[in-house]
């Protein structure tokens, strides 16, 4: 079993962090989407359990050591973790987001306050575009161009980094005279390359990642290889762990035969899988897009070919991260939203095991503190999925790494980069 040590920190000053990780019983931290038919991602929240017996956070009291202070909320809050005698250099930051609520639980003799966090999407959903003209152009850079707007000024920090965009490979057309606010019209970018915009958090560790990455994900962006396979055997292999639940759903929940998406011009374009409406019946999508006629129609001939049969997926797994080898422990901490994991699940009854590989879409990680002097912590990780033929790529994953040659629109790539497409022929493809 691996040791697994937590630790909360709070800027209370709005500068230097404090570590209060000695008076930490639980936290809990959601992020991604549980379905990958809701289109957007929500914003990532925290609650964690503070014991305030000491009455050193009571909120707005007088001799509160950090409740006395009136500038809280906001505040910013990082959660990390740590395997002991794992080999990772840096901590993984679970999430960090910034203080939105505290709530003060009395009781006879005890007292306890909850503390939420929000992540950077609750700052971000107040920020708004005001009459800008927005150019023809791929959908990351108009994305930084509005992160970088004096009414956005969403933080663009290196250390820790605070963003990861993707140039994209669709383009939006021109626009004018553009009045929105921030956070929808990026997410209408992002539906129009059919990428993901999220906060991130965990991932690799590093000197800069502390979580809290905004993050937008190119259309078949490259998964990160997680090396995990989740299975029902007890006696596993490294790389191996066992699962505590495995929910899989089989059927119509993302199914799409038939498109009607609207351009940026808005003009109306439609498409239709006929075979798969012999079968299931009409099933249609309805967007509107930011793109030019010829993109758009590519986007719902390649959406339709993705979703027009039924498809299995992960819709819940959840492992004991502590229960876990120290490798493989330290591996499930890096989890996020694009990890992939392999599954191998022998049925009831059956010799032949259902295997695949399949795209974390969203965290869920339940921690309870075993000892608040050590900070060792019993760590439970949730994760739902897409399905296999989500069109992202993973390099040498037999599933995953076969790219779709059925269709094969003029977009079809593995990131950003495509050669001889200035400026997508120039690596990097992520826009700090």
Same mark, same amino acid.
């Given at each position: 079993?691996?040791?697994?040590?937590?630790?909360?920190?709070?800027?209370?000053?709005?500068?230097?962090?404090?570590?209060?990780?000695?008076?930490?019983?639980?936290?809990? &931290?959601?992020?991604?989407?549980?379905?990958?038919?809701?289109?957007?991602?929500?914003?990532? $929240?925290?609650? &964690?359990?503070?014991?305030?017996?000491?009455?050193?956070?009571?909120?707005?009291?007088?001799?509160?050591?950090?409740?006395?202070?009136?500038?809280?909320?906001?505040?910013?809050?990082?959660?990390?973790?740590?395997?002991?005698?794992?080999?990772?250099?840096?901590?993984?930051?679970?999430?960090?987001?910034?203080?939105?609520?505290?709530?003060?639980?009395?009781?006879?003799?005890?007292?306890?306050?909850?503390?939420?966090?929000?992540?950077?999407?609750?700052?971000?959903?107040?920020?708004?575009?005001?009459?800008?003209?927005?150019?023809?152009?791929?959908?990351?850079?108009? &994305? $930084?161009?509005?992160?970088?707007?004096?009414?956005?000024?969403?933080?663009?920090?290196?250390?820790?980094?605070?963003?990861? &965009?993707?140039?994209?490979?669709?383009?939006?057309?021109?626009?004018?005279?553009?009045?929105?606010?921030?956070?929808?019209?990026?997410? $209408?970018?992002?539906?129009?390359?059919?990428?993901?915009?999220?906060?991130?958090?965990?991932?690799?560790?590093?000197?800069?990642?502390?979580?809290?990455?905004?993050?937008?994900?190119?259309?078949?962006?490259?998964?990160?290889?997680?090396?995990?396979?989740?299975?029902?055997?007890?006696?596993?292999?490294?790389?191996?762990?066992?699962? $505590?639940?495995?929910?899989?759903?089989?059927?119509?929940?993302?199914?799409?035969?038939?498109?009607?998406?609207?351009?940026?011009?808005?003009?109306?374009?439609?498409?239709?899988?006929?075979?798969?409406?012999?079968?299931?019946?009409? +099933?249609?999508?309805?967007?509107?897009?930011?793109?030019?006629?010829?993109?758009?129609?590519?986007?719902?001939?390649?959406?339709?070919?993705?979703?027009?049969?039924?498809?299995?997926?992960?819709?819940?797994?959840?492992?004991?991260?502590?229960?876990?080898?120290?490798?493989?422990?330290?591996?499930?901490?890096?989890?996020?939203?694009?990890?992939?994991?392999?599954?191998?699940?022998?049925?009831?009854?059956?010799?032949?095991?259902?295997?695949?590989?399949?795209?974390?879409?969203?965290?869920?990680?339940?921690?309870?503190?075993?000892?608040?002097?050590?900070?060792?912590?019993?760590?439970?990780?949730?994760?739902?999925?897409?399905?296999?033929?989500?069109?992202?790529?993973?390099?040498?994953?037999?599933?995953?790494?076969?790219?779709?040659?059925?269709?094969?629109?003029?977009?079809?790539?593995?990131?950003?980069?495509?050669?001889?497409?200035?400026? +997508?022929?120039?690596?990097?493809?992520?826009?700090?």
């Amino acid at each position: 079993m691996a040791a697994i040590t937590v630790t909360v920190e709070v800027a209370f000053d709005g500068s230097t962090f404090t570590d209060i990780s000695n008076k930490i019983t639980k936290v809990k &931290i959601n992020y991604g989407r549980k379905k990958p038919n809701e289109w957007d991602f929500p914003s990532g $929240k925290s609650t &964690i359990l503070y014991d305030n017996r000491d009455n050193s956070l009571t909120p707005s009291h007088s001799d509160s050591l950090y409740g006395s202070s009136s500038q809280l909320i906001g505040r910013e809050v990082r959660i990390s973790a740590s395997v002991t005698g794992g080999s990772d250099s840096h901590p993984t930051y679970l999430f960090r987001g910034f203080l939105s609520d505290l709530d003060y639980q009395a009781g006879f003799g005890t007292s306890t306050v909850k503390i939420s966090v929000v992540d950077g999407f609750d700052r971000l959903a107040q920020t708004s575009i005001q009459d800008q003209n927005m150019p023809e152009q791929y959908t990351g850079l108009l &994305i $930084k161009d509005i992160l970088d707007l004096s009414t956005v000024n969403y933080p663009s920090g290196t250390n820790p980094l605070d963003r990861d &965009i993707d140039l994209g490979v669709t383009k939006a057309v021109a626009a004018t005279g553009v009045t929105s606010n921030a956070l929808d019209y990026i997410q $209408k970018l992002a539906r129009t390359e059919n990428g993901r915009f999220l906060v991130q958090h965990a991932g690799t560790p590093s000197a800069t990642n502390k979580g809290g990455i905004l993050t937008y994900l190119s259309q078949n962006a490259a998964a990160t290889s997680s090396g995990l396979t989740v299975s029902d055997d007890v006696t596993l292999p490294a790389g191996s762990v066992e699962a $505590k639940v495995i929910d899989l759903e089989w059927g119509s929940e993302n199914l799409t035969n038939a498109y009607e998406f609207k351009d940026g011009t808005g003009t109306v374009h439609t498409g239709v899988s006929a075979d798969s409406i012999t079968k299931y019946g009409q +099933r249609i999508l309805k967007r509107t897009l930011l793109s030019d006629a010829s993109a758009t129609q590519e986007a719902g001939q390649y959406w339709i070919y993705l979703h027009d049969e039924p498809a299995l997926r992960m819709s819940k797994v959840a492992v004991d991260l502590h229960a876990a080898t120290t490798a493989d422990a330290e591996k499930l901490l890096h989890l996020n939203v694009l990890s992939s994991l392999d599954l191998s699940y022998l049925p009831s009854g059956s010799s032949v095991s259902i295997s695949g590989a399949y795209l974390i879409e969203g965290v869920t990680l339940d921690i309870s503190v075993l000892d608040m002097a050590s900070n060792e912590a019993k760590i439970v990780g949730t994760y739902s999925t897409s399905a296999f033929r989500a069109g992202y790529f993973t390099l040498n994953d037999v599933v995953l790494g076969a790219l779709p040659v059925v269709l094969a629109p003029s977009w079809v790539d593995t990131s950003s980069f495509r050669l001889g497409d200035s400026p +997508r022929d120039i690596l990097p493809v992520s826009l700090g």
